[in-house]
Every structure is written in structure tokens, then in C-alpha cells.
């Protein structure tokens, strides 16, 4: 099994910040990509971030530039800075893990449980 541990969402006013962090543990042979997607009320979930194992990043149009992905290979964790915040980025914001399990050796998606951001205008 492998587990995803989110943190860092909350409540913050237009222009501020805050850091997502998911921790990833269990039973993980190698992790290839790591990243963070979002789901508004209404709308489809969508990619916002993501870093594979070499260091390349790749980002949504709308948050280049206020947001940073970053990860720690040893500690298997994958964060969010997130600057400049507007009101538009309030979301369920889910931890996604592109990982080889050990227990088959076979790659899997995993997901985390999710964490509310909410901008504040």
C-alpha cells in the first residue's frame, strides 16, 4: 500500500500565500512524477503542477509565475508554494503520485485525500 498525506490548506486573503506539502509513504519502489491538481465546485479537476523524477516542472497557464513546485526525493515529498493567491484558485487541491509499488513492481497513480484552499477576495 502506499499512502498520501496532505497539509498545508486553509483560508487566506487575495495576494497572500501558503505551502502545500504531501508526503508520500508505504511500500514505494520509485517514484517517477509527483504533482498537485485542483477541483473547483462545477468545474473538472485539473493539473496545476507537476515535477518528475529529473527536476522538469510543467504548469497550468493560470498559476505560472505565483506558483513554485518543488520535491525532496529522500523524504518523498512534493510542495506547493503558492504565491499571489486570487480568489479563482480556491479548490480541493489533491497530491498526485506516479509510483512503482514494491509488493508488484507495477506503476500506479495515487492519490491524495485532498485539501480545501479558499481565496478570499
Known amino acids: 500500500q502506499v499512502q498520501l498525506v496532505e497539509s498545508g490548506g486553509g483560508l487566506v486573503q487575495a495576494g497572500g500565500s501558503l505551502r502545500l506539502s504531501c508526503i508520500a509513504s508505504?511500500?514505494?519502489?520509485?517514484?517517477?512524477?509527483m504533482g498537485w491538481y485542483r477541483q473547483a465546485p462545477g468545474k473538472q479537476r485539473e493539473l496545476v503542477a507537476a515535477?518528475?523524477?529529473?527536476?522538469?516542472?510543467n504548469y497550468a497557464d493560470s498559476v505560472k509565475g505565483r506558483f513554485t513546485i518543488s520535491r525532496d526525493n529522500v523524504k518523498n515529498t512534493v510542495y506547493l508554494q503558492m504565491n499571489s493567491l486570487k480568489p479563482e484558485d480556491t479548490a480541493v487541491y489533491y497530491c498526485?503520485?506516479?509510483?512503482?509499488?514494491?509488493?508488484?513492481?507495477?506503476?500506479?497513480?495515487?492519490w491524495g485525500q485532498g485539501t480545501q484552499v479558499t481565496v478570499s477576495s
Open positions: 515535477i518528475v523524477s529529473g527536476g522538469r516542472t
Open positions: 508505504g511500500s514505494i519502489f520509485s517514484i517517477n512524477a
Open positions: 498526485n503520485v506516479d509510483a512503482v509499488y514494491s509488493g508488484n513492481y507495477r506503476r500506479y497513480d495515487y
